[in-house]
């Protein structure tokens, strides 16, 4: 069990474009202390910490032994540590205090690897600072995760395959993809409000989210998360963009219809078309509200389907004498 503590923007001297977290900011030592004990369980048994929601190498070696400090009644039950940060600034006794502590994952954001894009993010940091950061804390032994955003202003889709071929030559410990949405009360809303950032269709987002997500699954790169975490006041912040509390559903089912229909249209079948697949991918196959299956009688087919013990992601289809093999990997060519 990871026990999540969100130190909201605690390190974070500069704010990305995008960000508000849209809680009080700790601002003290005794915020950060109640802020610890309110979030950890008050029970027997054993977890893991997860520090989120700041940046923690933008601490000084000090506040962080302090923070790391307020954990020490917990200790027997917390089995190590995982945390979130920018990957900037790199600094040697920070990460020897990561260290000492047991923190064992480190998930490094990174929005995009065009430079132009995390300038005008305000990220204050590029793709290079990433990659020392990834190779620098991977060679100190720790397990290193990426965070990725899609739908970012600017961002072509010449971006997503930039970000898909870093992380396969990365070979991150994990990845999370966040679509970007837009948040009152900050520089990227006002953006908004200017007209000078106008969203893409939000189909154009599943399709940049499921492109980084097939090119992980093909190269064995776990996906924890696709979506923003649903909590009640982040939804009354967001005013635009690509949230959606089923966002990683939509992409895999976004991915299932496309694979189909690539198959369906590769193999020329039209009118009645019988899928099999794994009962998992049921809901895969329908898509939200049966959208997937409006798409298909688009497109000239008539979709029936059989359950069977075929591995999840796969899939048959049968259409009169015809037959065909596919899998969730024909969605992108
Ligand atoms: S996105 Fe992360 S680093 Fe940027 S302001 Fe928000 S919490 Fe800080």
Same mark, same amino acid.
């Given at each position: 069990?990871?026990?999540?503590?969100?130190?909201?923007?605690?390190?974070?001297?500069?704010?990305?474009?995008?960000?508000?977290?849209?809680?009080?900011?700790?601002?003290?030592?005794?915020?950060?202390?109640?802020?610890?004990?309110?979030?950890?369980?008050?029970?027997?048994?054993?977890?893991?910490?997860?520090?989120?929601?700041?940046?923690?190498?933008?601490?000084?070696?000090?506040?962080?032994?302090?923070?790391?400090?307020?954990?020490?009644?917990?200790?027997?039950?917390?089995?190590?540590?995982?945390?979130?940060?920018?990957?900037?600034?790199?600094?040697?006794?920070?990460?020897?205090?990561?260290?000492?502590?047991?923190?064992?994952?480190?998930?490094?954001?990174?929005?995009?690897?065009?430079?132009?894009?995390?300038?005008?993010?305000?990220?204050?940091?590029?793709?290079?600072?990433?990659?020392?950061?990834?190779?620098?804390?991977?060679?100190?032994?720790?397990?290193?995760?990426?965070?990725?955003?899609?739908?970012?202003?600017?961002?072509?889709?010449?971006?997503?395959?930039?970000?898909?071929?870093?992380?396969?030559?990365?070979?991150?410990?994990?990845?999370?993809?966040?679509?970007? $949405?837009?948040?009152?009360?900050?520089?990227?809303?006002?953006?908004?409000?200017?007209?000078?950032?106008?969203?893409?269709?939000?189909?154009?987002?599943?399709?940049? $989210?499921?492109?980084?997500?097939?090119?992980?699954?093909?190269?064995?790169?776990?996906?924890?998360?696709?979506?923003?975490?649903?909590?009640?006041?982040?939804?009354?912040?967001?005013?635009?963009?690509?949230?959606?509390?089923?966002?990683?559903?939509?992409?895999?089912?976004?991915?299932?219809?496309?694979?189909?229909?690539?198959?369906?249209?590769?193999?020329?079948?039209?009118?009645?078309?019988?899928?099999?697949?794994?009962?998992?991918?049921?809901?895969?196959?329908?898509?939200?509200?049966?959208?997937?299956?409006?798409?298909?009688?688009?497109?000239?087919?008539?979709?029936?389907?059989?359950?069977?013990?075929?591995?999840?992601?796969?899939?048959?289809?049968?259409?009169?004498?015809?037959? $065909?093999?596919?899998?969730?990997?024909?969605?992108?060519?």
């Amino acid at each position: 069990m990871i026990v999540p503590v969100f130190l909201t923007h605690l390190g974070c001297h500069d704010r990305c474009i995008y960000c508000n977290q849209g809680y009080i900011t700790a601002r003290n030592d005794i915020d950060i202390r109640r802020l610890i004990e309110r979030s950890l369980p008050q029970k027997e048994g054993t977890y893991e910490v997860g520090l989120f929601g700041g940046n923690i190498f933008g601490l000084s070696p000090d506040v962080l032994k302090g923070i790391f400090g307020y954990f020490d009644d917990y200790r027997e039950n917390i089995t190590n540590f995982r945390i979130s940060t920018k990957p900037v600034p790199l600094n040697e006794e920070l990460i020897d205090i990561l260290r000492e502590q047991r923190v064992t994952v480190i998930e490094l954001g990174i929005p995009s690897f065009n430079n132009d894009i995390l300038r005008m993010l305000n990220r204050k940091h590029t793709a290079e600072d990433l990659l020392l950061a990834f190779h620098t804390l991977k060679d100190k032994g720790f397990q290193v995760a990426l965070q990725f955003m899609v739908g970012l202003p600017d961002e072509t889709f010449d971006d997503i395959r930039e970000t898909g071929a870093n992380m396969v030559r990365l070979k991150p410990h994990y990845i999370r993809i966040y679509p970007l $949405a837009v948040l009152k009360e900050t520089p990227l809303h006002t953006l908004y409000q200017e007209k000078r950032f106008v969203p893409v269709e939000f189909r154009e987002v599943l399709e940049r $989210a499921l492109y980084i997500y097939l090119n992980a699954l093909r190269h064995d790169i776990k996906v924890v998360k696709m979506g923003l975490t649903d909590n009640e006041i982040l939804k009354e912040r967001i005013v635009a963009g690509y949230y959606h509390p089923a966002f990683g559903y939509l992409v895999k089912s976004f991915g299932f219809y496309r694979a189909v229909l690539a198959v369906a249209e590769r193999e020329s079948m039209k009118g009645d078309v019988t899928v099999i697949l794994n009962k998992r991918d049921v809901t895969h196959l329908l898509g939200h509200r049966r959208d997937n299956m409006k798409g298909f009688e688009e497109h000239g087919l008539s979709i029936s389907r059989e359950e069977s013990d075929l591995p999840i992601g796969t899939f048959t289809l049968i259409n009169g004498p015809r037959q $065909a093999e596919g899998t969730i990997f024909d969605a992108i060519p």
